[in-house]
């Protein structure tokens, strides 16, 4: 029977002069690239058939990879104090749910969100809440967001 060894010579080890310009030069290469981008808070609330959404959230889309997406509130209330400045494409994505949730099996072993405890029905729901795709997907749904760096006054997306 064959074994295999791994050899690592002792002459291998860096010094910890070398491991410190290491991690240095590193960590500014990381700072260098991340940067941070200017944010402001917007609030504001979804309506889904002339009433309040129960859940979901929202994707905020910058474009080139860059998104953030927002919880709505059992109220159809979201709050976000750091979205990024700019211009955004807004998509709403519907409460999860699992028919017959609060007998479900799956459902006892997934966290329920506050505000959202006992609910019948469904999970994360009272109804099931059927978005069209086309208002699920930023780039198709018409909503936009122009967040400006701080506050920014309250916005309304309405789902028909």
């Not at 291998?12 to 990381?30: D, I, T």
Request: a positive charge; hydrophobic letters at 35%.
């Amino acid at each position: 029977m064959r074994t295999c060894t791994l050899f690592y010579p002792r002459h291998a080890v860096l010094s910890p002069v070398l491991k410190g310009l290491g991690v240095f030069f590193l960590s500014f290469g990381l700072l260098a690239c991340g940067g941070s981008r200017p944010t402001g808070a917007l609030a504001g609330k979804v309506v889904f058939n002339n009433s309040p959404m129960e859940g979901g959230s929202l994707i905020f889309d910058y474009g080139e990879g860059v998104s953030k997406t927002v919880s709505i509130s059992s109220t159809g209330i979201f709050n976000d104090p750091a979205l990024f400045a700019g211009s955004a494409k807004v998509g709403v994505i519907p409460p999860a749910f699992i028919k017959g949730a609060k007998n479900s099996a799956v459902a006892s072993k997934m966290k329920v969100p506050k505000g959202f405890e006992g609910k019948e029905g469904y999970f994360g729901n009272t109804k099931e809440v059927k978005v069209r795709d086309k208002y699920q997907d930023p780039n198709t749904s018409g909503f936009t967001a122009e967040i400006k760096t701080g506050n920014n006054p309250d916005v309304t997306f309405e789902i028909k």
